[in-house]
């Protein structure tokens, strides 16, 4: 599927990659449309709307992880980076751990919805990834 529009404004963040910027483009349209599905659905459920909240964490993890690795090159890492990516990581966990409990438990969302949503963002990074990794020379 070719989504121009959305490769370019990837392309305008710093998400250049050939093989990375298909995970995040599919990863965003994936969170896109399970969210506009849950927008549709939530007078009838509110399970869609929580799934699309697990694959918009992801798509957001990948996306940041993706921003944060592609602005340096390769060969560049040092042991001061692994303390702020470590730290980074651990920051977003905290949010991550923060809003996992704001959905669960104060406004009750069925936990097996946002581990479908994570579970689907997870699955859909991995099949991005493997296809786009087959088509490079």
Same mark, same amino acid.
């Given at each position: 599927?070719?989504?121009?529009? !959305? ?26 449309? #399970?969210? !506009? ?26 996306? #940041?992880?993706?921003?944060?690795? /592609? ?14 990516? !470590? ?16 959905? /669960? ?25 493997? /296809?786009? #990794?087959?088509?490079?020379?």
């Amino acid at each position: 599927m070719a989504v121009h529009w !959305l490769d370019a404004w990837l392309w305008r963040r710093g998400i250049g990659h050939p093989v990375v910027r298909p995970l995040v483009r599919n990863e965003i349209l994936l969170a896109g449309l #399970s969210l !506009l599905v849950g927008v549709l659905l939530l007078p009838q459920t509110n399970w869609m709307i929580w799934f699309g909240a697990g694959v918009t964490v992801m798509a957001l993890t990948f996306w #940041s992880l993706a921003r944060f690795f /592609l602005r340096r090159g390769l060969g560049e890492y040092s042991s001061a980076l692994l303390w702020l990516v !470590l730290l980074r990581w651990l920051a977003r966990l905290a949010l991550l751990a923060g809003l996992l409990y704001t959905g /669960l438990v104060l406004c009750k969302a069925p936990p097996a919805a946002i581990l479908g949503g994570v579970t689907a963002g997870a699955v859909t990074a991995l099949g991005s990834f493997a /296809l786009a #990794s087959r088509r490079q020379p």
